[in-house]
């Protein structure tokens, strides 16, 4: 009995999912307040369709996989999103409007062209992870250390030179990826990342110094490097216990 119980919530549960998810902006339209996801993934779109920001009821807007150029403005009528994901595009630009997506938990935009954010990227205060991986970044807008939420940050494979000092600003940040850029210097101030657990700073050959401060982070469990990364002698010391250095 409690075996059949189980299979009828689990089956009301799905039908619930079924009419709230879709894969068309048709069948979404059609069902304008009961669409909570919208699935586009590998469409071969060129653009958001317009017809997707009448959908103000989405939280999950999926278009992995197209070649879409830019995010527009009208993203930020989309008040509800969770959930963006823009990864595998042709990406340029995203409008400053993205920073009205107040509830927004993930965006990502990895394997893009993008060279700069908008500052307004600060605003998403409950944003908790960040996928930028496989772009042409350049620098980061001193707006990121408005993101309070933040845990996952993964800025691999891109062209930066410098991280902003307000990164340490990102108190909630626990993983961290670096590699693969062309930093010279961190900023001391990602010693302030009090609940950082795992950071790559690998493959970054122009890597001159890492400060100290980093050492302090008690959480600070994983630090992957290569072997001409210069670290500070209290990193390779006994100074935290729990700190393993990781060659990559």
């Known amino acids: 009995m409690k075996n059949l119980s189980f299979l009828l919530l689990i089956s009301i549960f ?22 909570k996801v919208l699935t586009l993934s590998k469409k071969g779109l ?22 879409i150029t830019e995010i527009p403005p009208e993203i930020g009528k989309l008040k509800n999103l969770k959930r963006l994901v823009l990864s595998r595009n042709n990406l340029v630009k995203i409008a400053p409007e993205i920073g009205q997506l107040e509830k927004l938990e993930e965006l990502s935009v990895y394997f893009n062209e993008l060279k700069t954010l908008p500052s307004e990227i600060g605003n998403l205060k409950n944003l908790e992870e960040l996928k930028l991986e496989y772009n042409q970044l350049e620098e980061l807008p001193a707006s990121i250390g408005n993101l309070k939420s933040l845990v996952y940050l993964y800025l691999g494979h891109n062209q930066l030179k ?36 795992e950071l790559d700073i690998s493959n970054s050959g122009t890597l001159l110094d890492v400060p100290e401060s980093l ?34």
Do not use: Q, W
Not at 175 to 194: A, R
């Open 14 to 35: 799905l039908v619930a999912c079924s009419g709230t998810r879709f894969h068309s902006v048709d069948a979404a339209l059609k069902n304008k307040d009961r669409a």
């Open 215 to 248: 050492c302090y982070i008690r959480k600070l469990e994983i630090v992957y490097v290569d072997e001409n990364t210069v670290l500070p002698y209290c990193m390779v010391g006994n100074v935290n216990p729990r700190l393993h250095i990781i060659l990559k």
């Open 46 to 67: 060129t653009e958001i369709p317009k017809e997707v920001f009448e959908l103000t009821s989405l939280e999950e807007l999926n278009l992995f996989k197209n070649r």
């Open 162 to 197: 410098k991280l902003p000092p307000e990164i340490g600003n990102c108190e909630s940040l626990s993983l961290f990826y670096l590699g693969k850029n062309f930093i010279e210097y961190l900023p001391s101030e990602m010693g302030n990342l009090s609940s950082l657990v």
